[in-house]
C-alpha cells in the first residue's frame, strides 16, 4: 500500500512559479512510476508529467513541456512537480499518483487508469 499526500499549492498571477511536492509512504516507492495529474472544474482528470521508477525517463503533456519539470528523490520517497511561466488555463487541482511498483517500467504511462495509488490533491490557482 502507498499512501501519497501533495503540497504547495496555492494562488499566483500568470507568469510565476510554484512547486508542489508529493510525499510517499510505503515500501514500493522506489520501483513505482510516478505522475502527475490536474483537474479542472467540469474537465477531466488529465496527464500533466510523469517519471519512470529509477527517474531515467520523463514524458510531459504538450501543454506544459519546457515550463514544468518533474524530478524524485528515493532516499526520501518524494516526487516533485516545478511549474514556472504559469498560466491561468493552469488552474486546477493537480494530484499526485503511483504505479504498483515492482515492474520497473522504462517508460511513462500516461492513463489515470495505469496508476493504483492517488493523493487528495492540491489547488493550484492562476490569476491573469
Known amino acids: 500500500q502507498v499512501q501519497l499526500v501533495e503540497s504547495g499549492g496555492g494562488l499566483v498571477q500568470a507568469g510565476a512559479s510554484l512547486r508542489l511536492s508529493c510525499a510517499a509512504s510505503g515500501r514500493t516507492f522506489s520501483s513505482s512510476g510516478m505522475g502527475w495529474f490536474r483537474q479542472a472544474p467540469g474537465k477531466e482528470r488529465q496527464f500533466v508529467a510523469g517519471?519512470?521508477?529509477?527517474?531515467?525517463?520523463?514524458y510531459y503533456a504538450d501543454s506544459v513541456k519546457g515550463r514544468f519539470t518533474i524530478s524524485r528523490d528515493n532516499a526520501k520517497n518524494t516526487v516533485a512537480l516545478q511549474m514556472n511561466s504559469l498560466k491561468p488555463e493552469d488552474t486546477a487541482v493537480y494530484y499526485c499518483a503511483a504505479d504498483a511498483g515492482r515492474v520497473y517500467r522504462t517508460y511513462v504511462r500516461i492513463g489515470t487508469y495505469e496508476y493504483d495509488y492517488w493523493g487528495q490533491g492540491t489547488q493550484v490557482t492562476v490569476s491573469s
Open positions: 517519471i519512470t521508477w529509477s527517474g531515467g525517463s520523463t
